[in-house]
């Protein structure tokens, strides 16, 4: 057995040399692993690498730190990696600082290429093309139910030569702040993008009753509006308000303290069976009495738990609807390989947009 070191002893505290000592060597374990994991091509993405990570040292005493800051320091060895391995460009709903810029950030890192784009179709253009290796977009939040445009792009890139899926999901924990240049009894006009003056308009109602209430393109641009304007307030998050140098005038000022917005990170292929994962697909059911109960039996022969469902109308033709569903497994797994197969039989279109691990809530 080895000897103990001196600062492992009851009741000596470390030197400041033994925790230089120490960074040193946790340095070179970090460069050993990225030096082992590019030799093998290894190049995961970051957040599920971390998740894996973290997995892996589960017998190790966390203590004093929580899980979410080792996963913290692991995604970003993971997102260093994968910059070592290839520059790697994920196109965002932008600008900086909005929420889909802070998923991008909690599944990647901040050592790959964060490029911000204006519209949630701007990004699966990017992927589509390959002028971004991954996308990241929201699809639903906890309080306003799904982000309509993202699945309409789902449903579009399905039917396109250059096939993009879900790769993973990122469900953020939505922690909205009323930033501005205060005092509060100073603001007129509280500015944002509707979702958001959606999801704390009680909490508006209750402590800013007499404020105009302004929609905007996004929680960035609203910031915006509040530098220039100290009778305006922003909600954003407390991120964009340190980016703008806004003061935080009250924070956790939504609704409901579990609301969630759920990222869908997109590629050209889907993920690796991980043991807990997720298949989401689309399909349309024939116009006629019991087709869409017929094609929903399907899951429940096949055992599968479905997650979430949502009907959304074909543009341009009226009375046909897509079905948008996710069930529990990898579409590379026997149940859901038959149900698959017998959900073809009775649809007009069957799409499988991506199998991808159970994320867990972040922020």
Known sequence: MSKPADSDRPGRA????????????????????????????DAELAGDAAEQSLLAADKVDLAPLDAAALRAVFRELHSGIRAASAQTRVAYLGPEFTYSHLAAMA??????????????????????QG????????????????????????????RGSHHVQICAEVPLRIRHCLLGQGPRSTIRRVCSKPQALSQCRNWLAAHL????LSPTA???????????????????????????SLMVLARHIEDSSDNVTRFAVIGRASGAKTGRDKT???????????????????????????????????????????????????????HPRRAL???????????????????????
């Open 280 to 334: 989401a697909l689309v399909f349309e059911a024939p116009h006629e009495p019991g087709a869409l109960a017929d094609a929903m039996a399907i899951f429940k022969r096949q055992k599968l738990n479905l997650t979430w469902i949502e009907s959304f109308p074909v543009p341009d033709e009226r009375g046909r609807y897509y079905f948008f569903v996710e069930f529990q497994g990898h579409a590379s797994e026997l």
């Open 131 to 158: 002028d971004a290796e991954f996308g990241v977009v929201p699809i639903e939040n906890s309080t306003d139910g799904r982000v309509a445009d993202a699945l309409h792009c789902l449903a579009r890139a399905s």
């Open 107 to 128: 599944w990647f890192g901040q050592s790959v290429d964060l490029t911000p784009v204006a519209t949630i179709a701007a990004v699966f253009d990017e992927v589509e």
């Open 209 to 212: 009753p007499h404020a105009e």
């Open 341 to 363: 197969a017998a959900l073809e039989k009775k649809a007009t279109r069957l799409t499988v947009l991506g199998s991808y691990p159970e994320g867990a809530v972040v922020g």
């Open 218 to 244: 996004s929680t960035a641009e609203a910031a915006r509006l509040a530098i220039a304007d100290p009778a305006t307030a922003a909600i954003a998050s407390e991120q964009a308000g340190v980016n703008h």
């Open 14 to 41: 470390p030197t400041a040399a033994q925790l230089r000592k120490l960074d040193r060597e946790i340095a070179e374990l970090l460069v050993r692993r990225a030096q082992l994991a590019l030799a093998r091509g």
